[in-house]
C-alpha cells in the first residue's frame, strides 16, 4: 500500500523543513558586516524552498493515489481513521505534528529576523539622513567662507 510512502514523504518534508528553519537560524546569528554571507544563506534557502515545493507536490500526488486505494474521497486523518493501521495513523499524526511544530518556528525566526533587519534599516536611513544634512550644512559653510574675504585698503 501506499500508506508507507506518504509516511516517508512527510519524515522527508519534516527533514527538510529542518534545513530551512537551520538557514534561519544561520541568518539569525550573522553579523552587519556579513552581506555574502546572507546572500549565499538566501540562496540555498531558495533550493530548499525548491526542494519542499517538489516533495509537497509529491505527497499530494501520493495522497491522492492513496485516497483512491482506501476509496475514500479525500486523505486526512479522519478519512483514513479505521483504513489504515493504528500504527501508521499514529506515525502520520506525530509527524503532521511535528512538521506544524517546525513551521510555527519558522514563521518566529522570519518575524523576528525581519524586525530585526527593519530596525537596522531604519538605523541606516537615520545614519544616512544625519550625513546629508552634514554635507549640506558643510557645503554652506564652505560657500560663505569663500564669499567673506574683505580687503582694506589703508589709505
Known sequence: MKMQTVIDIYNQLFDAYKELKDSFLEQEKLKE????????????????????????DYLHAEKEQAARQLEIDEFNFSSIEGKVSPKELGQLKAVSNDIKELLKEIMELNQTITSDYETKIKGSQQKLKTVKQGKKLHKAYAQAQQHAYFLDKKS
Not at 558586516?33 to 509537497?56: C, F, S, V
Request: aromatic share 0%; hydrophobic share 30%; proline share 0%.
Open 33 to 56: 558586516d556579513e552581506i555574502d554571507n546572507l546572500e549565499n544563506i538566501i540562496e540555498e534557502r531558495k533550493d530548499k524552498m525548491n526542494k519542499i515545493n517538489k516533495l509537497t
